[in-house]
């Protein structure tokens, strides 16, 4: 059998954003860093019927979905003080099937049934999509996303003294559908159709309805993955503190966010500062002209036709 750096060497080939390469890997690309990671996981991981599984394209709301699902799981677990997520990154509270869970599904903390990857549907492993765990998935308008994604590699490409590519060319890739586990409509399709057939499985969300309203959807996803909220719960404001706790303006002003790093000491090092940006919808604005923007949303329209999605 092939060993995966020889199918990797056979597999058409771009260059990202930062100039590494991004492989064409069963229909979507796949950062170098990531690819040989979700190749593994993709032999070796075994879903638990307890899983509950967070999906996502970067930089559509992960960091943040994280710490909710996290802060619903843990909430008999710890009180407003002692929550882990006060002292770490949600990143580092649950494990990423690529980086983490990628050699063995051994590798976890029992008491915790959280993952998360950025991988297609229709590359997950294949117990994941065969066990009766729960996946919830997260969308957001791409232009957002686009812009988030720049703006957090120019960040990572400055502290390496690097020189990223114009936003125009990197534009003009998301366009092509070369991005990061694009291209980002397929992405979002290929969850959008399994959350149709499969209700119970798939919970699918978006940010900009997150944001809207959060309460709402925390007691939602709060039903979905199986842990509901009780009446007194709701009563005393359990699902308040939640949301307060993981809101931007309180995780992005945490020291450990401020001033921690993730995945120190590893090639994929970053500073948790990096997931926190402005938490904002539409802030598109102020980075793509009328005519780009137009340009994506005719894309996303064309692509999503006859979906019943919008983005
Ligand atoms: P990832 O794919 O690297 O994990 P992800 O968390 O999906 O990134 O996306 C980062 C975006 O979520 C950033 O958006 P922005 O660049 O437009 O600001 C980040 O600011 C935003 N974000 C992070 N935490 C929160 C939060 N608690 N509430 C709302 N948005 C958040």
Known sequence: ?????????????????????????????????????????????????????????????????????????????????????????????????????????????????????????????????????????????PKDSFVSNYLFLLRILASEDMKPIALEAAFELYCEGVS????????????????????????????????????????KLADFIGYPFSSEEIKNGSVDKIVSMCSFENLSNLEVNKSGKHREGTPRAVENKTFFRKGKVGDWENYLTPEMAARLDSIMLQKLNGSGLTL
């Open 1 to 141: 059998m092939a060993s995966f750096k020889e199918i990797i060497s056979t597999l058409p080939r771009r260059k990202n954003l930062g100039h590494n390469d991004i492989f064409l890997y069963q229909g979507f690309w796949c950062d170098t860093f990531f690819i040989e990671g979700v190749m593994r996981a993709q032999q070796n991981f075994r879903s638990q019927p307890s899983d509950i599984v967070i999906c996502s394209a970067p930089k559509t709301g992960t960091t943040w979905l994280k710490s909710l699902t996290f802060a619903i799981v843990t909430r008999s677990t710890f009180d407003d003080s002692t929550n882990p997520l006060l002292n770490n990154l949600s990143h580092d509270c649950v494990p990423f099937l690529e980086v983490d869970l990628a050699q063995s599904s051994t590798n976890r903390d029992p008491k915790n049934p959280l993952l998360a990857t950025h991988v297609p549907y229709s590359s997950l492993p294949r117990s994941i999509i065969d066990s009766s765990c729960k996946i919830v998935y997260i969308c957001r308008d």
């Open 180 to 219: 990061s586990y694009g291209p980002y409509w397929d992405h979002v399709l290929g969850f959008w159709k399994a959350s149709l057939d499969r209700p119970d499985k798939i919970l699918f969300l978006k940010y900009e309805e997150l944001i809207e309203n959060t309460v709402v959807y925390v007691k």
